[in-house]
C-alpha cells in the first residue's frame, strides 16, 4: 500500500518569512496530493491539493509543487502570519482506491511574531 | 448546517464497554469514510461506503469494530469491547462520486477515552 513520509515535524519560522513541508510517497498510481490544515482541537481542513498532472499549483500565499519522478511533493507558505500556526497534513490517494487518503505524520508549523 | 455531523463530540468509556459513534454526512455527498486519528499521528483510514454498500475496510479494522450506513445516508461506528489501545478521535468524512478528494469533508470527530 501507499506510505507518505513528511519532513520535518515540527517547524518555527518569524513572521513574514517563508515555510516549506516536503513529503514523499511509495505509490507510483498516486495522482492526487491535498495539503490538509489542522488547528488545535477542530477538523483537517482542505488549503490546496494537485494532481499529477501539474507540476505547480498557487492561491494566493500558498503553493504546492509535484515531482512525480522523484515521487516528492511540497507545500510552500509565503509571508507568513500567527494564523498560519497549525498543523498541516499532507496526503496521496489514487484512482484505484476510490478516493482513500494516506496523509502524512503532519508538521507543527508555528509562526512567531 | 451544511457539514459533516458526528455525534457525541466526546465519548469516554470504560474498557469492555461497547460504544457507537454517529456521522451524518453532507446530504448530496454518496460517499462516506471513517478515519482514526490518534495523538501526533495523520488520519489513518478505516472504512468506506459508496451509498450504502461498505466497499473496502481496512486490517485496522478488526472484528471487534463494525460499521454501517443502512440507507445510505448517516452512518454508523460501533466498537465493541474497547481496549485502551482505541483511544483517539474517530473522524467522518464524505464526498461526491468521481470528484477524488474534490469536496473531502472532515466531520469535527469523536473524541474516545477508554479509561
Known amino acids: 500500500g501507499e506510505n507518505v513520509e513528511q519532513h520535518p515535524s515540527t517547524l518555527s519560522v518569524q513572521e513574514g518569512d517563508s515555510a516549506v513541508i516536503k513529503c514523499t510517497y511509495s505509490?507510483?498510481?498516486?495522482?492526487?496530493f491535498p495539503w490538509y490544515k489542522q488547528e488545535l482541537g477542530k477538523r483537517p481542513q482542505l488549503i490546496i491539493d494537485?494532481?499529477?498532472?501539474?507540476g505547480e499549483k498557487k492561491d494566493q500565499r500558498i503553493a504546492v509543487t509535484l515531482n512525480k519522478t522523484a515521487k516528492h511533493f511540497s507545500l510552500h507558505i509565503t509571508e507568513t502570519q500567527p494564523e498560519d500556526s497549525a498543523v498541516y497534513f499532507c496526503?496521496?490517494?489514487?484512482?484505484?482506491?476510490?478516493?482513500?487518503?494516506?496523509f502524512g505524520t503532519g508538521t507543527r508549523l508555528q509562526v512567531t511574531l | 448546517d451544511t457539514g459533516v455531523s458526528q455525534d457525541p463530540r466526546h465519548k469516554i468509556t470504560k474498557r469492555g464497554q461497547n460504544v457507537t459513534f454517529r456521522c451524518d454526512p453532507i446530504?448530496?455527498?454518496?460517499?462516506l469514510y471513517w478515519y482514526r486519528q490518534t495523538l501526533g499521528q495523520g488520519p489513518e483510514f478505516l472504512t468506506y461506503?459508496?451509498?450504502?454498500?461498505?466497499?473496502?475496510k481496512s486490517r485496522l479494522l478488526s472484528d471487534r469494530f463494525s460499521a454501517e450506513r443502512p440507507k445510505g445516508s448517516f452512518s454508523t461506528l460501533e466498537i465493541q469491547r474497547t481496549e485502551q489501545g482505541d483511544s483517539a478521535m474517530y473522524l467522518c468524512?464524505?464526498?461526491?462520486?468521481?470528484?477524488?478528494?474534490?469536496?473531502?469533508?472532515f466531520g469535527s470527530g469523536t473524541r474516545l477515552t477508554v479509561v
Open positions: 468524512a464524505s464526498s461526491r462520486l468521481g470528484s477524488q478528494g474534490d469536496g473531502y469533508t
Open positions: 505509490d507510483s498510481a498516486s495522482n492526487y
Open positions: 494537485i494532481r499529477s498532472n501539474v
Open positions: 496526503a496521496a490517494s489514487s484512482t484505484g482506491t476510490a478516493s482513500k487518503l494516506t
Open positions: 446530504s448530496e455527498h454518496n460517499r
Open positions: 461506503f459508496q451509498n450504502e454498500a461498505q466497499l473496502e
